[in-house]
Structures are given as structure tokens and as C-alpha cells.
């Protein structure tokens, strides 16, 4: 059956995307490449939520290893209930990312709606500038400018939360398929399984 290399195809893409998410999650931590606004927590809640890190990090690590390890339609030495018991527990491995894609995803929103937390010409102080506009001020580029330091954060955080929204809706929809995927892969392997002539 190809149920077990369609997992693996989806486990290997799931493993580039993880990867890619704790990347993206770490870079955060470091606007401009300077380490002093982490250690001084002047950075936004939504940063230090590790979304990317553990949700779409971590999380997705786990069904990814799972699929990636499926090299046979089989477990326990029988081909034919084997199967339906690897692929019937791949997806649970799939509920535990969707879990993890869809804690990124809901956090990375949230860091995109209310912005950077920086410091403003007009306070004099560390703020969310941006919390009142709702995300309007995605599109209000004139007003990027109100954060002094971390110099750039607006676009260091719109780009950084956004592709962290994209990669955690891309890894959503990858173990969404494979639960899809492993039922069916199950399903076959039960039907296959009673017309054996051994007991499973």
C-alpha cells in the first residue's frame, strides 16, 4: 500500500518546517542581531510564548519522527493488523501537531495583531504602540517609524510572526492529510487483515 510512503513524504516535510519554525522562533529573540533586548525583556510577550520553538517546533517534530520512521506497513511482525495498528497510531502522532501548528499559528496572530513591543519617541518609554489598531497598522507603514529601538522591529517582527503563521498553517494542513491519511491507511489494513488466514 502506499499509505506508509505518503506518511514518510509527509513526516520528511514536516521535519524541514520544524526546523525552519525554531529558526524563525530564535531570531525573534534577537532583533538586528543584538542580544541585550532579550536579557533586558524588552521584547514582546508573544515572543517569549516559544510558539515556534515548541509549538510548531518541537510538536511537530514528533509526529514528523513518527512518520519518517514508518519503513514497513507493518508492526509486531504481522503484515496485515500491523499495518492498520502503524497507521491508526500515526494519527495520533498527527493530533499532537496539530496541537503544536495550531498553538503557532493562533500565537503568531496574536504577535501580528498587536505589534512590537519597543521604545517610542512620544512616551519616552517601552510600549505596544500598536495594540489600540488592531493590526491596522500593517498597512500604516508612516507610523513604523514611532519605534525608536529595536531599530527596524516592526518589519523584523511582521516578517518573523508572518512566516511563522505561514509555516504553522502549512504544517496544520500536513497532519490534518495524514490523519485523513492514517484512517484510511487503518481502515485498509483491518479489511485486508480479516481476509488472512492467521489471527492477528
Known sequence: MCFGRCARCVGYKLLILALLCIVANILLYFPNGE??????HHLSKYVECLHGILGGGFLVLI???????LHNDDCCGHEGCGKSCV????????????????????ISALGLSQGPYCLTHLERN????FTDSSGGYLFEYNKWSDCQEPQNIVQWNITLFSILLVLGGIEFILCFIQIINGILGGLCGLCCSHEETYVC
Open 35 to 40: 542580544t541585550r533586548f532579550a536579557s533586558e
Open 126 to 129: 517601552w510600549i505596544y504602540p
Open 87 to 106: 497507521m491508526l497510531s500515526s494519527v495520533l502522532a498527527a493530533f499532537v501537531g496539530i496541537l503544536g501548528s495550531g498553538y503557532c499559528i493562533i
Open 63 to 69: 509526529p514528523a519522527a513518527v512518520f519518517i520512521g
